[in-house]
């Protein structure tokens, strides 16, 4: 069994900001291999936010960017269930990040339950159209509309997003990771986008 060493713990730490004791284990259960750490923790947080997907979230803040050119600026809703967590530094940190991916990426919606039907329906012509252009015969064009549906939804769906960050990850990765270090519902909300020049959505 590989020796876990503080040093090794703390640099886990600082990578995922999860507890000591949570970080210990978790180098423990994956043989000091730091990278099946992260891993880890990031499953353990998925299984934790699952489990606190129903309770209410009634504290948080409203996360907010501006680019430094002052022609971009960015808001959203950060939900947490107390205040306590609402206002400790990871929690504030993921506010930021989150309206900095917004400003970056522009996201179109949350998930990819919220993407309007007829866009959907619009996107799905014009890939099977492009399948169909490209010679595919159509139950391998249907295949084809599948994948670049879920590529379309990376492109527009807030937590589908990869983190402009760290692309390895996505927004969703970000949020069961936060919960499961918080270890409380968090969720996010509304948000909004504004560009000078641009109409609004």
């Known amino acids: 069994m590989a020796d876990i060493t503080a040093s090794s713990v703390k640099a886990l730490r600082d990578k995922t900001g999860a ?5 210990k284990k978790a180098l423990t259960e994956c043989s000091g291999d730091e990278e099946k750490a992260v891993a880890w923790l990031r499953e353990k947080g998925l299984s934790k936010a699952q489990k606190r997907a129903g309770r209410a979230t009634s504290e948080g803040v409203i996360g907010s960017y501006i ?3 002052g022609k971009l600026g960015v808001m959203v809703e ?4 107390t205040d306590f ?6 929690f504030l940190e ?9 400003a970056a990426a522009n996201p179109v919606c949350l998930s990819s339950e919220e993407v309007p039907a007829d866009l959907l329906a619009k996107e799905k012509e014009i890939f099977k159209h492009q399948a169909m252009e490209e010679g595919k015969p159509e139950a391998i064009a249907e295949k084809i509309v599948e994948g670049r549906v879920k590529k ?7 937590l589908e997003q990869p983190f402009i960050k760290d692309d390895k990850v996505s927004i969703k990765d970000l949020l069961n990771e936060l919960v499961g270090v918080l270890g409380e519902n968090v969720q ?5 986008r504004m560009a000078l020049g641009e109409d609004a959505a």
């Open 19 to 23: 507890g000591m004791m949570d970080c």
């Open 67 to 69: 680019h430094s050119n």
């Open 78 to 81: 950060i939900k947490c269930e």
């Open 85 to 90: 967590v609402a206002r400790s530094e990871r």
């Open 94 to 102: 993921f506010a930021k990040n989150v309206a900095m991916q917004i």
């Open 152 to 158: 379309f939804y990376k492109e527009i769906c807030l």
């Open 188 to 192: 996010i909300g509304r948000f909004t």
